[in-house]
Nanobody, 120 residues
Framework: QVQLVESGGGLVQAGGSLRLSCAAS????????MSWHRQAPGKQRELVAA???????NYADSVKGRFTVSRDNAKNAVYLEMNSLKPEDTALYYC??????????????WGKGTLVTVSS
């Protein structure tokens, strides 16, 4: 089994910054894609940012230029640096990882989420 634990959420004023962290643990052979998603009240979960094992990245249009995703493969961790936060960034942020536990099989795992609240 694999567990993902997010941290770093909190309450911040508009224009402020937060850094989210997500660490994977358990039976891990390798991790391919890691990503951050968010779900605001009454809305569907959406992709915020993703990073491959080769450090290729992609972002939602709404966060481009403000958010930066990075990873530390040695720690099985992914990070999301969020700057110039807006009230519309308020959501529960989830970490996802595509984990190879036993080659060649991979499974998608989710964390339980960390809440980000941006006040105006």
């Amino acid at each position: 089994q694999v567990q993902l634990v997010e941290s770093g959420g909190g309450l911040v004023q508009a224009g402020g910054s937060l850094r989210l962290s997500c660490a994977a643990s358990g039976s891990i052979f390798s991790i391919n894609r890691m990503s951050w998603h968010r779900q605001a009240p009454g809305k569907q979960r959406e992709l915020v940012a993703a990073i491959t094992s080769g450090n290729g990245t992609n972002y939602a249009d709404s966060v481009k230029g403000r958010f930066t995703v990075s990873r530390d493969n040695a720690k099985n961790a992914v990070y999301l640096e969020m700057n110039s936060l807006k009230p519309e960034d308020t959501a529960l942020y989830y970490c996802n990882a595509i984990v190879m536990t036993k080659p060649p099989y991979s499974t998608s795992y989710w964390g339980k989420g960390t809440l980000v609240t941006v006040s105006s």
